[in-house]
């Protein structure tokens, strides 16, 4: 058997979220049936990561094992023509058995977009969420540097997580504002975009940071009030779980060794 690897870009939209669901119409649905057209065989893909209904992805990796002689080059261009238009992959790769697109990734960058003019921006309705009050964008800044680091991110995920632990170490956690020609950040107005890259995230985590950290840009927390957040590991003390069509999985990182030097597309 052969393991193939994909690097896959989607608009969320229109779906249940990554991972297969009995409800079907999922992304994971979407790419298995395209494999199966193109070489009669029911495979189980793997992804990096299981983005929620509504999340968008630039650099989603999954896997799959296959018996099928199609050369890995080809594999992008034949699944393209048979996926609906918001689903693409932009490459293929084969390689090691033992390669997991969950267990082996390394670190993971997410990035939320928020856009805090006073009108929405009609063509990016289902990618940036609208905040039509400004924002203290420096506020939000001095709040996420209390998320660098390991910590127990127990106050930043979902009461539903399973996972056995909270722990995570976050890389980095920024904000860059793109003001355009009639915001300012001293106005608090403009598209601002948080981005996350850890070594993992839990269910919901970087929602729930996005929904904590609009509430310091609102002045209704002090930045402060991130590091009292974490340490009380408790869900009750942060903010609200952001929108879901906010956030895009940017890119997956894997140790050198596995040969995925890819750059995720539009980045």
Request: hydrophobic content about 40%.
């Amino acid at each position: 058997m052969r393991n193939i690897a994909l690097l896959v870009s989607y608009d969320g939209s229109g779906y249940y979220g990554f991972q297969s669901q009995p409800g079907g119409n999922t992304v994971q649905d979407k790419l298995e049936e395209a494999i199966f057209m193109l070489s009669g065989e029911r495979v189980k893909l793997t992804g990096s990561g299981r983005t929620d209904a509504g999340v968008h992805a630039l650099g989603q990796v999954a896997n799959f094992y296959t018996s099928s002689s199609i050369p890995a080059e080809r594999w992008a261009i034949a699944l393209n023509s048979r996926l609906p238009g918001d689903i693409v992959v932009h490459a293929a790769l084969e390689v090691a058995e033992a390669f997991h697109a969950r267990r082996c990734a390394v670190r993971k960058t997410y990035r939320y977009a928020i856009n805090s003019f006073r009108f929405p921006d009609v063509f990016a309705r289902q990618r940036v969420f609208h905040h039509p009050a400004p924002l203290n964008f420096a506020a939000m800044r001095e709040g996420l540097t209390h998320l660098l680091g390991e910590h127990d991110f127990t106050s930043f995920t979902s009461p539903l997580s399973t996972k056995p632990h909270h722990v995570r170490t976050l890389y980095e956690a920024s904000l860059t504002v793109d003001t355009g020609k009639t915001g300012s950040e001293a106005s608090g107005r403009g598209i601002a975009h948080l981005t996350v890259t850890g070594n993992g995230f839990l269910y919901n985590m970087v929602r729930i940071i996005a929904g904590t950290i609009l509430q310091v840009g609102e002045g209704k927390r002090p930045p402060s009030a991130i590091a009292d957040i974490l340490a009380a590991r408790s869900r009750a003390r942060s903010g609200p779980t952001a929108v879901p069509y906010g956030l895009t999985m940017c890119s997956v990182a894997y140790d050198p060794a596995w040969g995925l030097d890819w750059t995720p597309p539009y980045d």
